[in-house]
DNA sequence: GTTTGACGCAACCCGATGGTTGCACGTATC
DNA sequence: GATACGTGCAACCATCGGGTTGCGTCAAAC
């Protein structure tokens, strides 16, 4: 039940999710917040209420927020842990082709050899 | 030298080419055949030769491939060492949500503040 | 010299996506 | 009860992005 496929399926979505900058920039201003409202975040970037629940939602769909309901407001809270386990996923990516590179070093040579400006 | 901003330029460029699924599996692909030319990859997956260009020109533009023009092919390789400092981009976004989270528990406070009647 | 294969460019299609506005509904507040 | 605020839902718009097809071109192979 892990997830070593070079498909992707939770990697997919945080990826996604913090493809956008506008995402990204919410998603700091969450941190920074530690914890906040659709609505009081609207407030403070450029971007309208609806806006931000969509990119919220987004984020949340990819694990790197969570919601928590409030009488009537829904209160959002970062979460480090997806952040972790992609950047582990990256790394053991970046160690399989490093491996696949070292087997073959003269694809190197080849670059060197041609790619010189 | 810090970069907590919600630009990120560099980073921007490679979550963007990694966001995408079909990306994602030219990479593999790539990382697969150590080096290979448009034509190639496109060969062994379901879309054009054209649509593999377009993916492969976002993916040199973040920096996970580099090109070498060989006579009158052009041969792609996988380039590692992107990827491994956006996952280090990662793991210092993560600690610093993490360290912010951890400073302050009052969270469950202000759930207890604004609920209590 | 003609054919073959690979590249580059451009136009085009269409679905996804970021963003907006408007409104209805529930929940506090007066 | 009336009012104000916050949320949720839905329609709508414009752009972007992934993908395609077609064509011109240039290096190799015959």
Chains 1, 2 share one sequence.
Not at 17 to 32: C, E
Not at 61 to 73: K, N
Request: proline fraction near 3%; charge should be positive.
């Amino acid at each position: 039940m892990n997830s070593q496929r070079g498909g992707s399926e939770g990697v997919d979505r945080v990826l996604a999710a913090l493809a956008d900058p506008t995402r990204r920039q919410v998603l700091d201003l969450l941190a920074a917040e530690r914890e906040a409202t659709a609505t009081t975040l609207a407030e403070r970037l450029p971007i309208s209420r609806q806006a931000v629940v969509k990119h919220l939602a987004i984020l949340e769909d990819g694990g790197l927020v969570s919601s928590t309901r409030v009488r009537r407001e829904l209160l959002y809270v970062v979460m480090p842990a997806v952040l972790n386990a992609t950047a582990r996923w990256m790394d053991r990516l970046a160690a399989d082709w490093d491996r696949r590179l070292a087997t073959i070093r003269h694809i190197v040579e080849a670059v060197e050899r041609d790619s010189r400006p």
